[in-house]
């Protein structure tokens, strides 16, 4: 086992919450909803479910009865999750546009008499700090759109040359914080005529977003699937969370999918851009934005607003919130890296891992046995993680998981 040298910066910050038990989560994150957005993924060429890595021995030295993981850096080859949610709200723009109902409509129907031509014509605009970036140029690929792409300042060069090598998409790096980039990109669909295709959502923008929260989805359908053909529930699910999008939508399938029996959600953030955090800490139901510009190696997960339709989710229905150091999500690199003998190792970046950084430092630490307490963390616990991403910053990957 990879052990720490201490605690102090290695620092995490937990504030405990209660479910809403008998609440109903939103039913267009259900069931339904989610097999939608499943039979139009299956449609695409190359799909193939993701793996689901069970840490049999880390399980075992941590104490617990099963730790999962679900490894999205196999998705699409992007190397990261995001592209369920670009390809499915694309899908549904475009079905819009051209009048199509989306039942009846399959990824194959867009290569029609007529249609190419049709879709050429059309140029999708989004802000992003890299992995929806990339999930929209391949979007724009798939369906032969055009795609611009904003990005934050202080973003990887890496991360905008793997956005341009996905698709079409012509990627900036502007000057802005994360929430000026998203408004810039909104201003400039409005002047130039373009599609903005975005992953948070303010009032009257909220159609969209939906449509990108469905398509992640996918991934929880399918971890699902696989955790019950073990013939086991998850007790306990840690979710990384940015605006809360991708948080927000598989919490809600998770208390919609198990409504009998929910797991407990933590939703786990870096302390520079705790937005869900800090919205949990203030305790007047009402999301709170971190000012400023944040500046963290979770690139992925550096966003300042919660998203407006999933920050209602999280309030109501996570078990309880995490504001990790960038030292936590570190450690849950080489975590994953340098895995216990006999276990899989897997490749995961700074926003994929800081869940695993987290979970191994409760269970393994002194220091926060009030924490694992708090959690419900014990031998029966079966934890799901989602591995959003893999090294999708290469150099800043190796210089981490070689300290």
Known sequence: MITTDGTNSLRLEFIRSRAKENLEAPENLNDDAAAQAMKFHQGIPGYQETPLIFLEQL?????????????????FGLNAFKGLGGTYAMFRMLCA???????????????????PQKLSQITFITATDGNHGKG??????????????????????????AIRDTGPAVVEITEKNYDETVRLAWEMSRKRGWLLIQDTAWEGYEEIPYWIIQGYLTMAVEAAGQLERRGIAPTHVF???????MAGGVTAYLMNHYRQNRPAVMITEPEAAACIFLSAKAKDGRAHSVEGDPQTIMAGLNCGTPCKITWPVL?????????????????????????????????????????????????????????????????????????TEGDTDPENYRGIVAK
Not at 59 to 75: A, N, T, Y
Not at 102 to 113: I, S
Not at 239 to 245: E, K, R, T, Y
Not at 346 to 362: D, R
């Open 136 to 161: 929209v140029s391949f979007g724009a690929k798939l369906f032969g759109c055009k795609a611009y792409v904003l990005m934050p300042g202080g973003s990887s060069v890496h991360r905008a040359q």
């Open 97 to 115: 546009h051209l009048g199509w109902d989306p039942k009846d409509t399959a990824y194959k129907d867009f290569q029609g008499d007529g249609i």
């Open 315 to 387: 309030r109501d229905f996570a078990s309880g919130y995490l504001s990790c150091a960038d030292s936590v999500a570190a450690f849950g690199m080489r975590r994953y890296a340098e895995p216990e003998e006999g276990d899989e190792a897997v490749i995961s970046g700074e926003s994929g891992a800081v869940t695993l950084g987290a979970l191994a430092l409760v269970l393994q630490e002194k220091a926060f046995s009030r924490q694992k307490e708090q959690m419900g963390l014990g031998k029966d616990s079966v934890i799901l993680l989602i591995n």
């Open 239 to 245: 979710l990384q969370a940015g605006v809360g999008a």
């Open 59 to 75: 399980s075992r030295c941590l104490g617990v009865k099963g730790i999962f993981v679900k490894d999205e850096s196999k998705r």
